[in-house]
């Protein structure tokens, strides 16, 4: 059995060839960092990454307020 961001990263791929327009969010950095690895298996040759953010930055900067720290 595939892990879901395996799975995520496989589909994205199969539906989208040019990933440098895309903006994905996670609900962590930890995922960021298994979905970067899981579609690095994928390529077989060299591509731009999507944009890979967290919720938190991704709230951050669509708003003018800032995390406290």
Known sequence: ???????LAESI???????DGLT?????RRAVLYF???LSTL??????SPRLVTIE???SDVSSLKVPD
């Open 1 to 7: 059995m595939k892990p879901f961001l395996h799975e």
């Open 13 to 19: 791929y199969k539906e989208y060839r040019q990933l």
């Open 57 to 59: 930055d991704f709230i």
């Open 24 to 28: 994905l969010v996670f609900p962590n």
């Open 36 to 38: 970067r690895k899981y």
């Open 43 to 48: 390529l077989d040759k060299p591509v731009f």
